[in-house]
């Protein structure tokens, strides 16, 4: 369960300050299907990065599970999130060196899962994004859909609870979006508690619950019917 109490993160420079976030409380049960809407410059982004243990708070609580987040150091904090977080990226990124099969198997790397394990796993996730065929492809060899897909894959690889996704549909044709979204939907239904940051409204009524953040506070949190 993610639960925020009073989170507030202010980016400092040397002339500048900005209160992207103002005070969010904010719950989130195991297995929800979230969206966050809002404006440009909202902090929308910045909520997903303090949720995925990518940045730090500068005020304020997070509980993840066990875990008092807002008590962690950085590397800590790196942690977690390999242990609980999986990103899916609005540009995708993939490693352009390395072949879809490379790029799905990261996290297992990251976990020391063993070879034959690995290519199960992978291959598991590849043919159910279906994409299977399209293993020892380049980035730059498959469409953005397909690359997309491969982000999802390595997203699901990780095996982790929580699916954090940025504008994931923004660079795809309506169609493709349209299938994302369908697989967000059964992925959800496996259990996994996915976060959607989105500015279309297709894509957030496809979830189950809707939060509106406007001047980095929250401004609406309605139930999809
Ligand atoms: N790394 C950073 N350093 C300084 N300011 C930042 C940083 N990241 C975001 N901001 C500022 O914080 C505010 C919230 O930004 P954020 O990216 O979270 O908004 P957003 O709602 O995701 O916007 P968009 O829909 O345009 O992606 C903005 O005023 C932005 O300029």
Redesign the pocket.
């Given at each position: 369960m993610i639960k925020i109490k009073n989170l507030v993160k202010v980016?400092k420079?040397e002339t500048?300050e900005?209160r992207?976030l103002d005070g969010i409380d904010l719950t989130i049960e195991d297995g929800e299907f979230v969206a966050v809407m809002?404006?440009?410059?909202?902090?929308?982004?910045?909520?997903l990065n303090v949720i995925g243990c990518m940045d730090t708070l500068t005020e304020g609580e997070y509980y993840l599970d066990d875990y008092e987040i807002h008590k962690l150091k950085l590397k800590e904090l790196h942690k977690v999130r390999r242990e609980k977080i999986s990103f899916v990226f609005q540009h995708f990124a993939l490693m352009s060196n390395f072949s879809v099969y490379e790029n799905v198997e990261v996290p297992l790397l990251a976990k020391n899962v063993n070879k034959s394990r690995r290519k199960k796993i992978v291959y598991e996730k590849l043919k159910m994004l279906g994409i299977d065929n399209l293993a020892d492809k380049l980035p730059t060899q498959i469409s953005g859909g397909q690359q997309q897909r491969a982000a999802i894959a390595r997203a699901l690889t990780s095996d982790n609870d929580i699916i954090l996704a940025d504008?994931p549909t923004g660079a795809l044709d309506r169609k493709t979006g349209q299938d994302l979204m369908n697989m967000l939907t059964d992925i959800n239904a496996l259990g996994k508690t996915i976060i959607v940051?989105t500015?279309d409204d297709k894509v957030a009524s496809a979830t189950k619950r809707i939060i509106n953040?406007v001047d980095?506070r929250i401004t609406g949190d309605e139930r999809n019917a």
């Open positions: 980016y420079g500048y900005t992207a809002g404006p440009s410059g909202s902090g929308k982004s910045t909520l504008e940051v500015h953040i980095g």
